[in-house]
């Protein structure tokens, strides 16, 4: 077969290049990695099974492999000219004094391997001209013998190494992928090849649409993802990224574990809500799905033919290259394998994929076939939304399953890439750093922003460009104001924002007031036209709100309740809280329940908001607006009672986007109540020795500076900012990162807040704990932005150079290393530093503090535990999990008399535990910021774990769960 070499790419061409050169050289031949190679891909000493093996001119001495890759081949006679070229060049570098070459070990014999194939045309063809070349440099570099292996000549090889061939497959086989197969692949495996293809065309026909009511759109409206699907900005810990294509570039790769050069297989895509991660997992998919069935006949692809081309057009559109290697693309959403395996314990990650195999192909897809194909062809794994499996024991099951899937893959050395998805919230570094890249999406720029909503305005509005003109004109208004820009930092708020913008003529100023609008003019759009439903809507505004709210508190109480299973009620519980609403009216048991049966299909039908997820059972399509109607009940009734919600709230990172809602709500129609709800955030802070350590109610701080929600108010923001500054004294992290980012554009609207930031700065710069640390992270990001006090930070900055002593010069030159910054530069080379890992283990760090005699009772509360949990934790160390883990030890009995230091409502060995290791975390060495860091963040999660649902009273109605 003739292959196609030219989808390899100039690495994967140079990584075949020497799979071809030891097969076909034997074991003694030497390859290089990435990188300045000194013109060697692999090179030999001693004899070698080439030309013929066992005969007399069988090479043996020196000898060298180097790969020319052609990216675009044109004609046999320019490419060709190419190589000659090319391999002239190689040539005279070893000849060349000046290169560095020439001060190298001249080879005996060399091969060059190409993509090009050599024309035959005696004299002057491919062959003969590259022959004639090379014997004319012979004599000068000494050497005794030299082939080129033009594609012609590594297609029979490839042809010979079914092994080879294998390994490469999903690069080099020639037009109809799936019709070629069978001359890649065992018999075993044909079989399945065939189900493949079924299943690639079944999956791009069903994944086509992007449904806006995940935006909350009426009527369900759906657009075609080859229509608006965008690639979106993301942030490795190197550089900026657009995340489908540096997915796509990872994939370029030979991902087997026999065949991988140092790099970390997989990635992870890390998002808020509304940022897109769902749907960029659908383009993503799309995008091999097209690749893999791009030149299949016309005629077998059936309705997906249309799809197809509209996706391969969309992607020329944007930029997204095709896949050089056609991976089989398959997406499993977590939160329903979450929920299977709560049904079936036993159920593998493999099996789950196996029954949605299956389920599409109308027929059954055994798992161990499922497995042979894994270890045939490259496949791509998707792994959406880790964060919806909420229950610790479901995402413990989930995690060992994803791991056991991983291993299955090794062992079948499988070219497998895995792409998972999860909001930062409560992750906890489930999916592995040593195996999986941190990709975070990051915030849209104004341009990237205006332009996505341009784009949506002009594709949904396509038969009405005056509208699609005005909302245009409306959106770059409200995008050069700053506080309605900050409200378009996420494709889900940009399209909330232009289906605002066909109505009305300016957008709110804040994220509660962004829903609260969205929800008013559907419902004010569905009252206006008309008819007996448009009239119930009107009468029953009120209790249609009610009802709304109800649901929103219900799902989130049963999912904190009970997070592994879906948040729905059934119609028959929705029927249940519109008749009690009703009644509560004063509205009789007759006339609520046929009032109710009508105001149900009224909510559901034309608002759609509740939207059919699972037979006769309704929830919220998208958890924010769950969440805006959760904080909607929340901050209403009663002052001191809503004041009292906020404060029994505050704890629960499963509540704190309701919670965040909630404060914009305040801010909106509760001014009142505004110095209140920030005077919380001081009593959160202190009423516990936990959270005086973990500061959560400046982590609330911070969030609320992030949301705007006090833009209005400068006096109350100004509070604010006070408290958020409290995470200073945190270990650096992302928070800190967080915190600078947010203060700097504060600045520069609020000259004054510098009279409280500064000095703050300024106090922290001179101290000799983690704020000195987390002070130089936020003044190299003011002194790196033009602002008022840019020439100020740039001057504290040196000025810590200068006064600082030796400790804390070498763990400012780790904050330097681990947060790259220009203004952080002059500290790199402060100090000769001790080596740090990163992921070095707690339990080794804490081993000196726990023994110092002076950390009595925590000292020997957490020897205890840790000794309990792993008898060889002294010796080895105890990482991060360990200690999580350690958590779950509840039966242990009291180890020592004395009482240990908790507040009132501190209770159980957990929370004992997670204080007293808080209280050993300041005894670790400054240098050892991102270990303390690790540690603050396993217990701000389990602070943030605790169930508060039932501190919300009767603002629940509570019914038996169906």
Known sequence: MDYDLSRLGSREFEHLSQALAIRVLGPGVTVFGSGPDGGREATFDGPVDYPSPSTESTWSGYGVVQAKFKERLTSTTEDNKWIVSEIRQELEKWL???????????????????????????GSGGVDTTDALVRSFAGRLGLKDWAVWGGDKLCRYLDNFYDIRKAFGGFITPGDVLDRLHHLLSEEIIEFSEAAGRHARSELFASQWVRLNQAGSPESEKLKLAEIGVDLPGVTASRDVLVVQHAISQGDTVMRPSARRGVTPHLVWVGGPGQGKSTLTQLLAQTYRAALLANHPEHRLGPSGPVLAAVRDRLRELGVREPRCRRWPIAVNLNDYGEAVSRDRELSLLGFVAQRVSKRLDHYVPPHQLRSWLGSWPCLLILDGLDEVAAPSARDSVEQRINEFLITAADVDADLLVVGTTRPQGYNDEFSVDQFEHVTLRSLEVTEAIDYGLHLSEVRHRDDPDLAEQVAARLEQAAQEHVTARLMRTPLQVTIMTLLLERQARVPDSRYSLFESYYNTIYTREVSKGGPTASLLEQHRNDINAVHQQVALLLHDRAEQHPDLDSLVSLAELDALTRIRLQAEGIGEAESQRLAAQLVTAATLRLVLLAPIAQDHVGFDVRSLQEFMAARA???????????????????????????????????????????????LDEIDTESSLAMIISPGSRLALDMLDDDTSARARGIQRMVVKRALELIKQPPSQYTEKLAATLHP????????????????????????????????????????????????????????????????????????????????????????????????????????????????????????????????????????????????TSMPIIHPEPVRTAANESGEAQRFALNLALLSDELALVDFTAADQLRATLVQFYGQQQVSHKLGGLIVRLPES
């Open 746 to 889: 504060l600045l520069n609207r609020d000259p004054e807040l510098g009279e409280m930031i500064m000095p703050a700065l300024r106090r922290a710069i001179h101290g000799g704990d983690w704020s000195l640390l987390s002070a130089a992270i936020i003044l190299a990001e003011f002194a790196g932005l033009v602002g008022p006090f840019q020439t100020v930070a740039r001057t504290h900055l040196k000025g810590l150079l200068r006064a600082a002593d030796r400790e804390k010069k070498e763990a400012l030159v780790h904050v330097a290393l681990q947060f790259p910054h220009p203004s952080l530069r002059r500290f790199e080379t402060a100090a000769t530093s001790r080596p740090q890992d990163p992921h070095a283990a707690l339990g080794q760090l804490l081993k000196t503090p726990i023994e110092d005699q002076r950390c009595e009772p925590a000292r020997r509360d957490v020897a205890e535990r840790m000794r309990q949990y792993d008898s060889d934790w002294e010796s080895q160390g105890v990482d991060v999990r360990s200690l999580w883990n350690a958590f779950e030890v």
């Open 96 to 122: 060349d004094p000046k290169s560095n070459r020439s001060k190298t070990r001249y080879p005996q014999f060399i091969i060059f391997t190409t993509n090009v194939w050599l024309s035959s045309v005696p």
């Open 634 to 680: 929340i901050a209403t009734g009663p002052d001191d009672e809503v004041l009292r919600r906020m404060k029994a709230l505050a704890p629960s990172a499963h509540w704190r986007n309701a919670w965040l809602l909630a404060a914009g709500r305040i801010f909106r129609h509760s001014e009142h109540l505004r110095l209140g709800l920030v005077a919380l």
